[in-house]
């Protein structure tokens, strides 16, 4: 009868169950030899805190305030329940809608990210030089979004030094090309140096310096470094061109990973960076961009259609691997999004990840073959 009562225990209301399976002590018999009988023989009750063990409010009742004979219990414990929580039944809650396959709000993730591609487009088909705006506002908001994670994370990363100089990256590449890229990158990476070691006095110790400032070079070149070979790629002839094929090929890539992935992945590729990542998925990716690599370099820059492929190729490795990165970063950090700007992505970062690198070995490709 114990096993069959412990095995049932859960069904039982606490504090209901108690009395009638323990009953009172009789007069002039210690209260520890009733308990120690019941022990003996086997109780379920002796197997949870005593009434006098719990907090208050924990929902432990005393002998005297337990329901009296012919009283349903688990009546009056339902009614109690519905007392403390102010609802006029102790109904549960309607359960929340199952999260997509992906992890993220479909709806909303489709709407912003049409909203964006066709925004680009336009200034990229219209207004080409517009488009240096929106690349230093964006990576100015990524470098503040990453920033502001590590140093919740007590890295302290000197954000100032990196906003200006972010900025700085990005503005003088369009006059300066290469030259101006690679100074900016170098003075504010010293800056940064400079800024670490004296940020708290010239009396006090730095703490961390090596980490925080290994870090901070590391950020300045994830972001504003790996975004300027896009404005590189923007002055060259037909820039526009080139900038909007690279990002179609991105999302070739991101489009075909996700439908191959959640059609028939089955086998994690990284599990311990990013688990819902599958060689499936990467083999979506592949078929995706490199047929989009074929289309845009043939159609839209009137090139062989062979570096279309090997672009299409390339892009896949590096857009893959920008992700990874950022869901290393995000796994050490604690986090699942850098931010939250973009609903049903997360942050500017978080749309990023995959395009930075791809700038840059687009940029690389097409100024090699072309």
Same mark, same amino acid.
């Given at each position: 009868?114990?096993?069959?009562?412990?095995?049932?225990?859960?069904?039982?209301?606490?504090?209901?169950?108690? !009395? &009638?399976?323990?009953?009172?002590?009789?007069?002039?018999?210690?209260?520890?030899?009733?308990?120690?009988?019941? $022990?003996?023989?086997?109780?379920?009750?002796?197997?949870?805190?005593?009434?006098?063990?719990?907090? +208050?409010?924990?929902?432990?009742?005393?002998?005297?305030?337990?329901? $009296?004979?012919?009283?349903?219990?688990?009546?009056?414990?339902?009614?109690?329940?519905?007392?403390?929580? &102010?609802?006029?039944?102790?109904?549960?809650?309607?359960? !929340?809608?199952?999260?997509? %396959?992906?992890?993220?709000?479909?709806?909303?993730?489709?709407?912003? &990210?049409?909203?964006?591609?066709?925004?680009?487009?336009?200034?990229?088909?219209?207004?080409?030089? @517009?488009?240096?705006?929106?690349?230093?506002?964006?990576?100015?908001?990524?470098?503040?979004?990453?920033?502001?994670?590590?140093?919740?994370?007590?890295?302290?990363?000197?954000?100032?030094?990196?906003?200006?100089?972010?900025?700085?990256? +990005?503005?003088?590449?369009?006059?300066?090309?290469?030259?101006? @890229?690679?100074?900016?990158?170098?003075?504010?990476?010293?800056?940064?140096?400079?800024?670490?070691?004296?940020?708290?006095?010239?009396?006090?110790?730095?703490?961390?310096?090596?980490?925080?400032?290994?870090?901070?070079?590391?950020?300045?070149?994830?972001?504003?470094?790996?975004?300027?070979?896009?404005?590189?790629?923007?002055?060259?002839?037909?820039?526009?061109?080139?900038?909007?094929?690279?990002? +179609?090929?991105?999302?070739?890539?991101?489009?075909?990973?996700?439908?191959?992935?959640?059609?028939?992945?089955?086998?994690?590729? @990284?599990?311990? +960076?990013?688990?819902?990542?599958?060689?499936?998925?990467?083999?979506?990716?592949?078929?995706?961009?490199?047929?989009?690599?074929?289309?845009?370099?043939?159609?839209?820059?009137?090139?062989?259609?062979?570096?279309?492929?090997?672009?299409?190729?390339?892009?896949?490795?590096?857009?893959?691997?920008?992700?990874?990165?950022?869901?290393?970063? %995000?796994?050490?950090?604690?986090?699942?999004?850098?931010?939250?700007?973009?609903?049903?992505?997360?942050?500017?970062?978080?749309?990023?990840?995959?395009?930075?690198?791809?700038?840059?070995?687009?940029?690389?490709?097409?100024?090699?073959?072309?």
């Amino acid at each position: 009868m114990a096993e069959e009562t412990a095995a049932t225990g859960d069904v039982t209301p606490p504090g209901a169950g108690t !009395a &009638g399976s323990m009953p009172a002590p009789a007069p002039g018999v210690p209260e520890s030899e009733s308990s120690s009988g019941g $022990a003996q023989a086997g109780s379920p009750a002796d197997s949870s805190p005593s009434a006098a063990s719990q907090p +208050i409010g924990s929902g432990a009742e005393s002998v005297d305030s337990q329901p $009296a004979v012919g009283v349903d219990s688990s009546a009056i414990v339902g009614a109690q329940v519905a007392a403390e929580s &102010g609802s006029p039944s102790a109904t549960p809650e309607t359960p !929340a809608p199952p999260a997509s %396959k992906a992890g993220r709000n479909l709806p909303a993730a489709l709407g912003v &990210g049409f909203g964006l591609g066709l925004s680009l487009i336009a200034i990229l088909l219209f207004a080409p030089k @517009v488009l240096i705006g929106v690349i230093a506002a964006a990576v100015a908001v990524a470098t503040w979004e990453v920033a502001k994670r590590l140093r919740e994370a007590d890295v302290l990363v000197p954000r100032i030094p990196l906003l200006l100089g972010g900025q700085a990256i +990005i503005w003088l590449a369009w006059p300066f090309g290469p030259q101006g @890229v690679l100074g900016a990158f170098g003075a504010t990476a010293l800056t940064v140096m400079v800024w670490r070691l004296f940020d708290h006095g010239l009396r006090a110790t730095p703490r961390n310096y090596l980490r925080d400032t290994a870090i901070s070079a590391f950020t300045l070149s994830w972001i504003p470094l790996l975004a300027a070979f896009a404005v590189l790629m923007l002055t060259q002839d037909d820039g526009n061109l080139r900038v909007l094929t690279f990002m +179609i090929l991105v999302v070739c890539s991101d489009v075909g990973g996700y439908i191959a992935g959640v059609l028939f992945g089955k086998h994690p590729m @990284v599990p311990h +960076i990013s688990p819902k990542k599958s060689w499936e998925g990467f083999g979506g990716s592949l078929v995706f961009c490199v047929i989009g690599g074929l289309l845009t370099v043939t159609l839209l820059l009137q090139a062989n259609s062979m570096i279309g492929v090997l672009l299409g190729a390339a892009l896949v490795l590096v857009a893959t691997s920008g992700d990874l990165i950022e869901s290393q970063v %995000k796994r050490e950090l604690g986090i699942k999004d850098m931010g939250t700007l973009l609903p049903g992505h997360g942050g500017i970062m978080d749309r990023l990840d995959s395009m930075l690198p791809s700038a840059f070995v687009a940029w690389l490709v097409l100024t090699a073959l072309l």
